[in-house]
């Protein structure tokens, strides 16, 4: 698949971090805004024309020939270009790579499209320069307002409205797409699958059936700054002992809810080698099959904390700075893909612990995700992979379930 294969080649160098041979592709920074370009042109040699609407978010549009008027109920389709800090080539952009692909396959085969067909790029879904995850979908959905979004701030302190105004975008634009529903008939993103799903039961290809509830909490220990050699232990208010602690009792606790949590982010002030910390912020990602066993895996771990650092006279303030409720993708949708792929044999269907565009969509507009296999199951990482033939599958398989929602 040539047009496939030279989109991708086109793109694995933007934003490659050659320490490491991961992205550092971030909202609105050189990376991003290179890609932004990148989509522009992809759709322009397809006559397919672009615009960014009010969040950032870029839309490529195929029209029926005589289409009159504003598009609507359309088929979408597209992902993500941002990536996390040293991530992977795959999640993302895999999504955006294949929608184009899809539209050159559906040409090829000379099917006409009675509906409008578009691809998008969704703005800062890893939240990973801001902290806020799928920041360009949850404005469009309402899910995310533009008074806080606007005072988000990066680890330079920059914030969304003054990043935003440094790329020439106007941050008074941000707010709730009124359009959205209108427009979108359906919405359906393929993405690598970040986990050995796939894998284990040798299939290159799945549907969604749902996305476990999920979401991110700021610990804040706080202690007393000190001199690291003639501090007696005694005297001490370290905040890091409490801190290590939680970081422990997470794994215990994820194990026995047949969950998972991670904190993987960590902030330590004076950050000095020779001083005991004054404070310390922690992030917590935690994921579970239902919101029940998720409010119960982060009441564990927090209760833990709490205890720890009231007997180390530590101050503990605990934020939930996103949670996302369960998302079960419409079953009427999820056959639908399943018959248009019929022909592949039996489609599985399959759960993911990862959070997507698609999952914050859903509360407005019908979604459906595609999996593509992992044969390593290894993501948010360099070593993130999959197979060519099976991309070139992925995109086949998109094609598929495009021409069955638009051919005449």
Same mark, same amino acid.
């Not at 579970?288 to 007997?311: G, K, Y």
């Not at 996302?324 to 893909?337: G, N, Q």
């Given at each position: 698949?040539k047009?496939?294969d =030279?989109?991708?080649?086109?793109?694995? #160098?933007?934003?490659?971090?050659?320490?490491?041979?991961?992205?550092?592709r971030?909202?609105? &920074?050189?990376?991003?805004m290179?890609?932004?370009?990148?989509f522009?042109?992809?759709?322009s040699?397809?006559? !397919?024309?672009?615009?960014?609407?009010?969040n950032?978010n870029?839309?490529?549009?195929?029209?029926?020939d005589?289409?009159v008027?504003d598009?609507?109920d359309a088929f979408?389709?597209? =992902?993500?270009l941002?990536?996390?800090?040293d991530?992977?080539?795959? #999640?993302?952009?895999?999504?955006v790579?294949?929608?184009f692909a899809?539209?050159?396959?559906?040409?090829e085969?000379?099917?006409?499209?009675?509906?409008p067909?578009?691809?998008?790029?969704?703005?800062?879904e890893?939240g990973?320069? /801001?902290?806020?995850?799928c920041?360009?979908?949850q404005?469009s959905?309402g899910?995310?307002?533009?008074? +806080?979004a606007?005072?988000? +701030?990066?680890?330079?302190?920059i914030?969304?409205?003054?990043?935003l105004?440094? =790329?020439?975008?106007n941050? =008074?634009?941000?707010?709730a797409?009124?359009?959205?529903?209108?427009?979108?008939?359906?919405y359906v993103?393929?993405h690598?699958?970040?986990?050995?799903?796939?894998?284990l039961?040798?299939?290159p290809?799945?549907?969604?059936?749902?996305?476990?509830p999920?979401?991110?909490?700021?610990?804040?220990?706080t202690?007393?700054? &000190?001199?690291?050699?003639?501090?007696r232990?005694?005297?001490?208010r370290?905040p890091?002992?409490? /801190?290590a602690s939680?970081v422990?009792?997470?794994r215990?606790?994820a194990?026995?809810?047949?969950?998972?949590?991670?904190f993987g982010k960590?902030r330590?002030?004076?950050n000095?080698?020779?001083?005991i910390?004054?404070?310390?912020?922690?992030?917590?990602?935690a994921?579970a099959a239902d919101?029940?066993?998720?409010?119960?895996?982060?009441?564990?771990?927090s209760?833990?904390?709490?205890t720890h650092a009231e007997? #180390?006279?530590?101050?503990?303030d605990?934020?939930?700075?996103?949670?996302s409720?369960i998302v079960?993708?419409?079953?009427?949708t999820r +056959?639908?893909?399943?018959?248009?792929?019929?022909?592949?044999g039996?489609?599985?269907?399959?759960p993911?612990a990862?959070g997507?565009d698609?999952g914050?969509l859903?509360?407005?507009?019908p979604t459906?995700?595609l999996?593509?296999? &992992?044969?390593?199951g290894?993501?948010h990482?360099?070593?993130e /992979?999959?197979?060519?033939?099976?991309c070139?599958?992925g995109?086949?398989?998109?094609?598929?379930? !495009?021409?069955?929602y638009?051919?005449?």
């Amino acid at each position: 698949m040539k047009t496939f294969d =030279s989109m991708w080649a086109s793109i694995l #160098d933007v934003g490659r971090a050659a320490a490491s041979g991961g992205y550092r592709r971030f909202a609105w &920074n050189d990376a991003d805004m290179t890609l932004r370009e990148w989509f522009t042109g992809e759709a322009s040699a397809r006559g !397919m024309s672009v615009e960014e609407d009010r969040n950032g978010n870029l839309w490529a549009w195929w029209l029926p020939d005589g289409w009159v008027g504003d598009p609507r109920d359309a088929f979408v389709t597209g =992902s993500h270009l941002d990536s996390v800090p040293d991530g992977g080539a795959y #999640d993302g952009p895999l999504g955006v790579v294949s929608a184009f692909a899809a539209i050159d396959i559906v040409r090829e085969r000379g099917i006409i499209p009675t509906r409008p067909i578009a691809i998008t790029a969704f703005s800062d879904e890893e939240g990973a320069r /801001f902290g806020v995850a799928c920041v360009g979908s949850q404005l469009s959905t309402g899910a995310l307002t533009p008074e +806080r979004a606007l005072k988000l +701030r990066d680890a330079d302190g920059i914030s969304l409205a003054e990043a935003l105004t440094s =790329s020439g975008r106007n941050p =008074s634009h941000l707010g709730a797409d009124p359009t959205l529903v209108d427009r979108v008939g359906v919405y359906v993103e393929l993405h690598v699958e970040q986990g050995r799903g796939l894998d284990l039961v040798d299939q290159p290809i799945a549907v969604a059936s749902s996305i476990w509830p999920h979401g991110r909490w700021l610990f804040n220990f706080t202690g007393e700054a &000190n001199h690291a050699g003639a501090t007696r232990l005694v005297d001490r208010r370290d905040p890091m002992l409490a /801190f290590a602690s939680s970081v422990h009792t997470a794994r215990g606790a994820a194990a026995v809810h047949d969950a998972v949590a991670t904190f993987g982010k960590v902030r330590v002030l004076p950050n000095g080698a020779n001083a005991i910390p004054s404070e310390v912020q922690a992030w917590l990602d935690a994921r579970a099959a239902d919101e029940q066993t998720l409010t119960a895996l982060v009441e564990a771990i927090s209760a833990e904390a709490r205890t720890h650092a009231e007997r #180390d006279g530590i101050d503990l303030d605990i934020v939930a700075e996103s949670i996302s409720p369960i998302v079960e993708f419409p079953a009427d949708t999820r +056959r639908r893909l399943q018959a248009a792929l019929g022909h592949l044999g039996d489609i599985p269907v399959l759960p993911t612990a990862a959070g997507h565009d698609a999952g914050v969509l859903s509360a407005k507009v019908p979604t459906a995700m595609l999996f593509v296999r &992992n044969p390593t199951g290894v993501s948010h990482s360099p070593h993130e /992979f999959a197979e060519s033939v099976d991309c070139h599958r992925g995109a086949e398989a998109l094609a598929d379930v !495009m021409a069955d929602y638009t051919a005449v």
